[in-house]
């Protein structure tokens, strides 16, 4: 059964509860003021609530069995303790709704922190880290765990802090009253103890499968959505819905077990309520007998014993909530202690002026270290020199792009421009200086000025220029808004040759000193080529430039050609030159004129002549 990328071998249960709260807090720190104020709230609601059964006992002692004292002074005396009562219970419902304006206002706040915090964090981790967790997994992290996250605030710490401060009242006054019914409640204390701790550490285990079957149901929906023209393409429907019922049924199934779970402990809270009640009864009852104890003293016995068991049947009926929130906050901190293997100087060189020149020296690498991609591969660009970099799939063509931007670091050899290793330079710089054009555009839902200047400040009039230049304005003369159009997912669809045109603009409009075309034209009708192929001559003009490409129109304009096979650079010299060693080069370009003559009978398209 596929996993579909996602595993956390290695993390599950990493973090005790002590890391998770320290890490909680650390985050709450900006609010302490509120959090103060919540505890004064909680000190006072305790203090209100552990009155309330000791009017009852005064009721009852006072007023309702004493006999001797007038009517009239008892109806008085009664109708003071009903209004004191009524007014405690006013204030406890006073006081609970301002504490939970505020704890939910610290909460949300928080939570909107951790989400900003967890977003940034992610936007500068590398790419292997995304190419080994997929989309959905992330998507959760960002969601449903945040949102889980919040309840640490509105329920944990509201139920945690006020059921201890009520439990340690309670104690006190209990042994207070009297110590002897007091020392026989007690005995349920340990037991109640283990059976919460041990449920705790079930509930945890049971909550951070349930978390792990989500994130993959999410990674396996946004795969199928995403490729959904695949999937209808090729008939894949009814295998891909067997696969998501057996996930689907995997998150019942681990649903299930976590509820029988709190099924369990529940029934079992109440039991021990209520054997404590019924003990407390048949003891307290023969000390009122016996006239040691007052018949309002073990009504107010009996009403704190239930005020001691609140807490656990609170516990009980918010478990799934408090351990999902600890799950879920586990899974949010370990994503944020994920270091990058991208690592930057904290004071980065800076260089001046870009020259331009470009060397790959000694360079070993492999995406696994077991499966080495690159062998010894060194290659030097001067500045304003135009290098075409041919070879069959798999070469490591495009992997040299990858380590030229740092997606990747290599395991040995250095990449240098101007003679300054990238590992010194600032990412951002760096990916300033290199502009590249890739096959594959990501598009944003937004306007068409928006997605080629790309917050790079690139003003309106100077973005128009480069369209006039390069003589893209005549695909954007044709949208039905101009640069205002709307592309993306809701907007116009672009075609795969408009695409790589707004690539092209988008990487010119950051000016680069270095050009780097993976492919861009290996896929793109006619007339995009045509206009595309004007922008890179004029582009090349000044530039350093790095062409992966298998047209001979592309490769035949470059000064240097070199040709990669197996990982390695086997060939390197002019188009002249290699044609005539008849070698890896001359195959290449046999292959070429034979698929466009292929085109050409199939499609009525012109054949380049070599």
């Known amino acids: 059964m596929m996993n579909y990328g996602y595993s956390e071998k290695g993390q599950e249960g990493s973090l005790s509860d002590f890391h998770l709260w320290r890490k909680i807090l650390q985050f709450s720190a900006p609010y302490w003021l509120s959090l103060f104020f919540a505890v004064i709230i909680s000190i006072l609601i305790t203090w209100a609530t552990l009155t309330l059964p000791h009017l009852v006992q005064t009721a009852i002692d006072h007023y309702i069995t004493a006999t001797t004292v007038a009517t009239d002074a008892r109806i008085a005396g009664l109708t003071r303790t009903a209004i004191h009562y009524g007014v405690l219970i006013f204030a406890i419902f006073f006081a609970s709704f301002c504490q939970v304006l505020v704890l939910e206002w610290v909460g949300q706040s928080v939570m909107h922190t951790v989400r900003q915090r967890l977003f ?3 936007l500068h981790l590398d790419l292997p880290f995304f190419n080994s967790n997929p989309t959905g997994r992330l998507v959760t992290r960002l969601t449903n765990d945040i949102q889980n996250m919040n ?3 509105t329920s944990v710490i509201v139920t945690l802090f006020n059921d201890l401060l009520q439990l340690t009242g309670i104690l006190v006054l209990l042994f207070w009253m009297n110590p002897r ?15 919460t701790i041990f449920f705790a550490r079930l509930a945890r285990e049971q909550f951070r ?20 023209s695949i999937i209808q393409l090729f008939g894949r429907q009814e295998s891909n819905r067997q696969t998501f019922e057996h996930l689907s049924e995997g998150f019942l199934q681990r649903t299930l077990s976590q509820i029988k779970l709190f ?4 029934p079992l809270t109440e039991f021990m309520s209520s054997a404590a009640i019924a003990l407390i009864l048949w003891y307290g009852g023969g000390e009122v007998l016996q006239k040691r104890l007052t018949l309002g003293e073990l009504v107010a016995f009996i009403s704190y014993m239930r005020l001691f068991f609140q807490p656990l049947r609170e516990l009980a009926q918010k478990y799934s909530v408090v351990q999902s929130a600890m799950a879920s906050a586990e899974r949010i901190f370990q994503l944020l202690d994920t270091k990058s293997e991208i690592v930057e100087l904290e004071q980065p060189v800076q260089l001046p002026k870009i020259q331009g020149s470009l060397l790959f020296k000694n360079i070993h690498f492999g995406y696994q270290a077991d499966n080495p991609i690159l062998h010894d591969v060194s290659l030097a660009l001067y500045p304003g020199q135009t290098v075409a970099l041919v070879g069959t799939t798999g070469s490591g063509k495009t992997t040299l792009v990858n380590l030229l931007l740092r997606f990747y670091d290599p395991q040995a050899g250095t990449i240098r421009i101007d003679d300054t290793d990238i590992a010194c330079l600032e990412l951002r710089k760096l990916r300033t200086i290199v502009g590249v054009i890739l096959q594959d555009v990501f598009i944003l839902q937004d306007t068409l000025f928006a997605n080629i200047v790309m917050d790079t400040g690139c003003s309106r009039e100077k973005t128009e220029a480069i369209l006039n230049q390069t003589g893209m304005n005549r695909f954007v003369d044709k949208l039905p808004a101009g640069l205002d159009t709307i592309i993306g997912e809701g907007g116009l669809e672009l075609s795969t040759g408009e695409k790589q045109l707004l690539s092209f603009a988008r990487v010119l409009c950051r000016n680069p000193a270095i050009l780097v075309l993976d492919e861009a034209t290996a896929a793109i009708d ?3 080529e045509n206009i595309l192929e004007q922008a890179i001559a004029d582009s090349f003009k000044g530039r ?6 298998h047209r001979l129109s592309t490769i035949r304009r470059a000064d240097h050609i070199v040709v990669m096979a197996h990982g390695k650079i086997v060939e390197q010299g002019s188009h002249e030159e290699l044609l005539q060693r008849n070698g890896h080069y001359a195959l290449l370009v046999a292959m070429d004129l034979q698929n466009d003559q292929s085109s050409h009978a199939a499609h009525g398209n012109e054949v380049v002549d070599s």
Not at 181 to 195: D, E, N, Q, S, W
Not at 263 to 266: A, P, R
């Open 120 to 122: 940034h964090h992610l």
């Open 151 to 153: 309840e640490m605030f």
């Open 181 to 195: 019914l007091a020392g026989v409640m007690t005995i349920f204390i340990p037991l109640a103890i283990i059976i």
């Open 209 to 228: 499968a349930i978390r792990i079957q989500l994130a993959k149901i999410n990674s396996f929906l946004a795969e199928n959505l995403s490729g959904m």
């Open 263 to 266: 099924g369990t402990f529940m």
């Open 526 to 528: 006619t007339e995009s």
């Open 544 to 549: 350093t430039s790095l062409v992966i490409a």
